[in-house]
């Protein structure tokens, strides 16, 4: 019965030095050292293994490989395995050891493989836990000079391809790597767990250092659905150095060119989630995501945008501009990052600064600036001047500035604000209506903005609630699935049936305990969002009434 139920004997036994092998077989140029052991024996049909009857299949032995050595003048350096030792049984295979090096990369695997037999006759799902540990992976030495250039010349020419993840492996990897090296990135302590099942790699609370800060991910890349692969991944960024991740990553260089005129660090917390195409890029109409953005002692010298501000206004304030702390709210939807106003300090002007900014690299920014009048020269006060129709301002000018077009090519446009208030006393009564106006208009535009504040953190709220609600309906429903599975391998047998479907009932159980703890958890944050945006706008109209006064 070849295809319904294969019956398969086999038997390994012997020893082979790869270092004779060469009297036998030339390798031009190649060398080959180590000795390989194998004692195996393979005996019993398939179905034994599929009803996990083990005492009636008869599988055991090992293969080892001890002071192997591979060297080829294709590679840069010889590839070591110390030991890999390999312990069979019918129900797994236990990888006992797995010790490897190249150069001063070293590499440690241990772990279990089961159902590797359905695996390997009938493509069934072979399952894995592993743990992996190193002490360095250095990238670099694994790759010639010619290769790295050859490899920088194909990177701006050939589209990445989509990476496919089998349906058909189900494996656990636990992580511990000490220093990863790859280009002009420095990794350090990656630690977490990362699990392969039915087409999706799950990032589970993933931990590294790098860029003089840290980072912590966790969420998804699927290929389940091949034709829409996804992303869904939740970020938290502590204090990453600006200028070396304007080097280090080609995607900042190209949505955020001006980071380059930027020193100084930054922090995050981003949720994010997407389609990918056939290239592994973004389907940018399907983008959506929010977050916030924290920056840290930021210094930002010739900047094209602070450039075109700085001739606007006629003043040489801001070649050189150094920015107080900003805590910046933003969300990501259909290809646009919308960011809400937040205030800061630039040199020594006050700036409360929103708006949009495209992933196509258009922007559409609105900055209230608040500056002092000695900042500006003779030929800005003459513009000045102009903008206030002849009305003589007060110590503090406040400007309104719009800025459209590109992040490389901005275009900067700017209207005197709340001139009316900075008059000298002795005009003041023939504008007083003017000023109650103003007054009126600010008031007016602060409940908009407060609005939109709510408007905006309301949405947000409920998509939290809503990524948790259907992160718990797919716990609950993978819970069943499971169950079901366990019933129908129970087959006919009433003990196990019973066994099975009290287990089915555990594992739901479970898993609605865990998506009711989301939907607790997503409250939580939902709440404190609204809690927040509310606290946000009463500031916006306190401040506004202040300044209407």
Known sequence: TPISDPYIKTMMKGKINFESLADVVPLEGSTLKGVLNTNLNIDGNLSTIEKEDYENFNAG??????????????????????????????????????????????????????????????????????????????????????????EAVETDTVPMELIEIPKNIDFKLMSDLKKVKYDNMVIDNING??????????????????????????????????????????????????????????????????AKNAKGKFSSQLTIKSELDQHMEPVYNTVFGFGKLQTHSVRIEGSKLFKEIGSALKSNKFEKVEMSDANISYTIENGVINFEPFETKIAS???????????????????DLSMPRSDFGGAANEMLSNLSG????????????????????????????????????????????????????????????????????????????????????????????????LIRKAGSNPVKKRAAQEAKKQLVDKAEDKAKALNNEASSKADNIMSKARAEADQVMKDAEKKAQ
């Open 193 to 258: 767990l990362i699990i392969i099942k039915e087409g999706k790699a799950d990032l589970n609370q993933l931990k590294m250092n790098l860029l003089e800060g840290t980072l912590l991910i966790s969420g998804y890349y699927s290929t389940a659905d091949i034709s829409k692969p996804e992303i869904n991944f939740e970020m938290d960024i502590t204090k990453f150095d600006i200028s070396k991740t304007f080097e280090t990553f080609n995607t900042v260089k190209v949505l955020a060119p001006g």
């Open 390 to 485: 002849g009305i003589e301002l007060g110590d503090k000018v406040n400007l309104g500035i719009d800025v459209t077009g590109t992040i490389t090519d901005p275009k900067v446009s700017v209207d005197l604000k709340d001139a009316k208030s900075s008059v000298k006393e002795a005009v003041k009564e023939q504008v007083t209506e003017k000023v109650k106006d103003e007054a009126k208009k600010i008031l007016a535009d602060a409940k908009a903005k407060a609005d939109k504040i709510l408007a905006e953190a309301q949405k947000t709220a409920d998509d939290v609630k809503k990524t948790a609600k259907i992160a718990g309906d797919k716990l609950v429903e993978e819970a069943e699935k499971e169950g079901d599975e």
């Open 349 to 367: 002007a006050t700036a409360v600064i929103g708006g949009t900014q495209g992933i196509d690299q258009t922007i559409n920014y609105d900055i």
């Open 61 to 150: 032995g090992y293969i080892e490989l001890r002071a192997f050595e591979f060297t080829t003048p294709d590679f840069p350096h010889p590839i070591k395995i110390e030991q890999t030792w390999f312990s069979f049984s019918p129900k797994a295979l236990d990888l006992k050891a797995f010790d490897a090096s190249i150069a001063q990369s070293d590499f440690h695997l241990s772990g279990i493989i089961t159902n590797y037999i359905p695996y390997a006759l009938k493509d069934e799902t072979i399952v894995g836990e592993f743990n992996f540990t190193s002490n360095l992976i250095d990238a670099n030495e694994f790759m010639s000079d010619e290769e790295v250039e050859e």
